[in-house]
């Protein structure tokens, strides 16, 4: 079964920072793509940042400069680097991946979540 394990979230000052980290198992090949939203309250899921296998990125227009996604395929873990934070950062954080379990295009795919993390920019 495959799980996502995120962690890093928490209070922080405006322009501060956070790591996040979020960490697949149940898997052996690599995500296809690994990705960060977010939710904050009364609003809808956004994407923040996602990265592929081979280290494309692409990132909301909100956090450019200020965000920055990596991944270790050998550990199947993703991060966001998160610098010069602002109130309106405040959101819960979210992990989601995209691949399959096989290397065959007809390979079982699968797309899942974690369980989501607190992040809250605050003086």
């Known amino acids: 079964q495959v799980q996502l394990v995120e962690s890093g979230g928490g209070l922080v000052q405006p322009g501060g920072s956070l790591r996040l980290s979020c960490e697949a198992s149940?898997?052996?090949?690599?995500?296809?793509?690994m990705s960060w939203y977010r939710q904050a309250p009364g609003k809808q899921r956004e994407l923040v940042a996602v990265?592929?296998?081979?280290?494309?990125?692409n990132y909301a227009d909100s956090v450019k400069g200020r965000f920055t996604i990596s991944r270790d395929n050998a550990k199947n873990t993703v991060y966001l680097q998160m610098n010069s934070l602002k109130p309106e950062d405040t959101a819960v954080y979210y992990c989601?991946?995209?691949?399959?379990?096989?290397?065959?295009?007809?390979?079982?795919?699968?797309?899942?979540w974690g369980q989501g993390t607190q992040v809250t920019v605050s003086s």
């Open positions: 149940g898997i052996i090949f690599s995500p296809a793509a």
């Open positions: 990265i592929t296998t081979d280290r494309n990125t």
């Open positions: 989601n991946a995209v691949g399959r379990h096989g290397p065959m295009a007809w390979s079982p795919a699968y797309n899942i």
